[in-house]
């Protein structure tokens, strides 16, 4: 009963996790059309600013909870500005340049920070169930999840901006007419899905190793979690995070934490197989 | 100049260019030294792996981010087959054919299930990385495959280098592995120029820049991708195979996502569409990765980074066909040069644009 407990537990995490990674790169794919394969390096980015800040001294609520999406969400206006929006329409070549830039600011996070893992200590303490201990941390990353995606459920449906946003994806031209401009709702767009990605980063840091690589331990993840969630970006994307969070925990629980992954991994390609729209495709249609 | 003669132009120039390439080889022990040579071998094996790569993304249009895992199991099946049989005679055939077949496996589910250009890319990332996990996670005594402990993260040392075919007991020197390795660099570029030369070539090209037009003119543009997949592969396996050679080493760091972008990258700045793009684009990588390596001051992965942004933005088509249309125009303008009397100043050449 208790290891049943503990096993929702981590499957919880698994499921929390993925949501957080993904949900920014929901954004950005979703609704942009974009591959951002610098991804991993924007939760990088948002860990590395929540671990300097701490350690600079500034509280570690307020270095993860603000500091981080507020830095990377600049960082994301910066790209938008200087690098994607020459590329919109190109779809290999923003790819192509946003590999590029994964691979520079790997390169310069490691030239200015080193090669070794940082870290902050991980808040809120623990509780036991049975004999067993566990962190608070992990109901916490899952509120934070939960809370996360309905805040930009909310923004999406509910704001003027959403609104701008999902009729700007829809038919840019038709949008310029009626006096919104396109190109700004893109860079808003771009920026806020790095916010997001930053702030997963951040909640990310006090139970990831913070090395300049991490980045590549998540993208390939986010991307299949994205892709396998299909056109409804939030419904889609949760359902995937569900289904490949809870096969990657079980799957580890029974075996290893590789066979964990990589049975993450086979059921995802299988899943993009049988539902090439994926899983919004055949189940939550034309919900968001 | 009429279509005919041009051809035979062109056909000339690129046998004299192939004639020199291979008296490049014959000669290049006599003067290089045996470090040099070695750093030649192992860009002669990357230069094999760019050529796959530039295969099926230039003339088949199909993105891999994933060639590596090709390139690592080509590497795998050598070791594991060359520690087996004692002769690495049938462990080079046998790095060919296991990619290939990994290839034709996924290839066949990846085309025939109809899966977008971009999940394509995605699924070849993740069959990348769960090779990776995989093969990382084989340290313990019992993933032995035969005689060959496959050795998990510590990788599989002293893998038996190259010997005369079917003939275990000569083993080659490194300037027999030179010979070898970039051997079979030229022949698998004169492989691929004759399949491109080829019916099954143009289909693939025609299925490259209009799919739904060669399947209405009857052909199966799932077939050929997939044939240019496997090939893909296949080249890619033989590439891992001679890289294994190379170092007598390998490491499941050859599934690294690092060398996928590596491969890309080559690919870019040499030139989408062609064949020798990639090639000049490997050698250009890799020798600056090398300086780059020998000293501090500033980081491979940051470089690389901003040369391919650089390329994306600046120069999308790449150096080998951006310089083959300069030489094209300028020779385009001395042909079209009015023959004057002399003394008389020839008109400057109108832009091709308007002329052609």
């Keep these: 009963m208790e290891l049943a407990a503990i096993l929702a537990l981590d499957v919880l995490n698994g499921v929390a996790s993925l949501i957080l990674l993904c949900l920014g790169l929901a954004i950005i794919f979703g609704m942009m059309r974009i591959i951002n394969l610098a991804h991993g390096e924007f939760l990088m980015l948002g860990a590395y600013a929540t671990v300097v800040s701490t350690n600079a001294g500034l509280n570690i609520w307020l270095a993860m909870l603000v500091v981080a999406p507020l830095f990377v969400g600049l960082v994301g206006l910066v790209v938008e500005r200087c690098l994607i929006r020459f590329l919109y329409g190109r779809l290999v070549d923003t790819m192509l340049a946003t590999w590029g830039l994964s691979l520079a600011i790997v390169g310069l996070v490691t030239t200015l920070y080193g090669n070794t893992i940082q870290g902050v200590p991980t808040p809120l303490g623990g509780f036991s169930i049975g004999e067993y201990k566990s962190s608070l941390y992990t109901p916490f990353l899952a509120l934070m999840a939960l809370a996360l995606l309905a805040a930009v459920w909310a923004l999406l449906s509910f704001t003027r901006f959403g609104l701008v946003a999902r009729a700007t994806m829809q038919n840019p031209n038709m949008a310029a007419a009626l006096g919104v401009d396109p190109k700004r709702v893109y860079m808003a767009t771009f920026a806020l899905g790095a916010a997001v990605t930053g702030l997963a980063g951040g909640l990310m840091a006090p139970v990831a190793g913070v090395v300049p690589t991490m980045g590549a331990a998540y993208v390939a993840k986010a991307f299949i979690t994205v892709v396998g969630g299909g056109a409804a970006i939030l419904s889609g994307t949760a359902a995937s995070a569900a289904l490949f969070g809870f096969i990657n925990q079980t799957a580890s629980f029974l075996t290893t934490p590789v066979f964990g992954e990589v049975a993450l991994f086979v059921t995802a390609i299988v899943l993009i197989r049988l539902l090439p729209q994926g899983i919004s495709g055949r189940f939550f249609r034309g919900s968001l | 100049m009429a279509t005919s003669t041009r051809r035979a132009i062109s056909l000339a120039a690129q046998l004299a260019a192939l004639a020199a390439a291979v008296a490049g080889v014959l000669y290049a022990p006599a003067v290089v030294d045996l470090f040099d040579l070695m750093q030649y071998t192992f860009f002669a094996a990357m230069c094999i792996l760019a050529l796959s790569l530039g295969f099926i993304w230039g003339f088949g249009g199909i993105l891999s981010f994933g060639q590596t895992a090709f390139f690592g199991l080509g590497a795998y099946a050598y070791a594991v087959a060359a520690i087996n049989?004692?002769?690495?005679?049938?462990?080079?055939?046998?790095?060919?054919?296991?990619?290939?077949?990994?290839?034709?496996?996924?290839?066949?589910?990846?085309?025939?299930?109809?899966?977008?250009?971009?999940?394509?890319?995605?699924?070849?990332?993740?069959?990348?990385?769960?090779?990776?996990?995989?093969?990382?996670?084989?340290?313990?005594?019992?993933?032995?495959?035969?005689?060959?402990?496959?050795?998990?993260?510590?990788?599989?040392?002293?893998?038996?280098?190259?010997?005369?075919?079917?003939?275990?007991?000569?083993?080659?020197?490194?300037?027999?592995?030179?010979?070898?390795?970039?051997?079979?660099?030229?022949?698998?570029?004169?492989?691929?120029?004759?399949?491109?030369?080829?019916?099954?070539?143009?289909?693939?090209?025609?299925?490259?820049?209009?799919?739904?037009?060669?399947?209405?003119?009857?052909?199966?543009?799932?077939?050929?991708?997939?044939?240019?997949?496997?090939?893909?592969?296949?080249?890619?396996?033989?590439?891992?195979?001679?890289?294994?050679?190379?170092?007598?080493?390998?490491?499941p760091t050859i599934f690294a996502l690092s060398l996928s972008a590596e491969i890309i990258i080559w690919v870019t700045i040499g030139g989408l569409g062609t064949l020798i793009g990639p090639v000049v684009g490997c050698l250009i990588i890799e020798m600056l990765v090398a300086r780059i390596g020998a000293q501090q001051a500033v980081n491979a992965n940051l470089v690389l980074g901003v040369i391919l942004v650089g390329f994306v933005l600046l120069l999308p088509k790449g150096l080998v066909p951006a310089v083959r249309d300069v030489a094209l125009r300028g020779l385009k303008a001395v042909a079209r040069r009015p023959r004057l009397p002399v003394g008389v100043e020839a008109v400057p050449a109108e832009k091709p644009s308007v002329a052609e």
């Design chain 2, 85 to 251: 049989f004692g002769d690495s005679t049938p462990a080079l055939a046998l790095a060919v054919v296991v990619p290939g077949l990994f290839a034709a496996a996924l290839g066949y589910f990846v085309f025939y299930g109809r899966i977008s250009d971009v999940y394509l890319g995605v699924i070849t990332l993740t069959v990348t990385l769960i090779l990776f996990n995989l093969v990382n996670s084989t340290a313990g005594d019992e993933y032995r495959i035969g005689a060959a402990a496959l050795g998990g993260f510590n990788g599989m040392p002293s893998v038996p280098t190259l010997n005369m075919p079917f003939d275990p007991e000569t083993i080659l020197e490194p300037e027999g592995a030179w010979l070898a390795t970039a051997g079979a660099l030229i022949l698998v570029y004169v492989l691929l120029r004759l399949i491109l030369a080829s019916r099954f070539g143009r289909v693939a090209v025609a299925i490259r820049e209009n799919e739904t037009r060669a399947a209405l003119l009857g052909y199966d543009p799932r077939l050929y991708k997939l044939l240019v997949f496997v090939i893909g592969g296949g080249v890619a396996g033989l590439g891992g195979a001679l890289y294994a050679n190379w170092g007598a080493f390998v490491s």
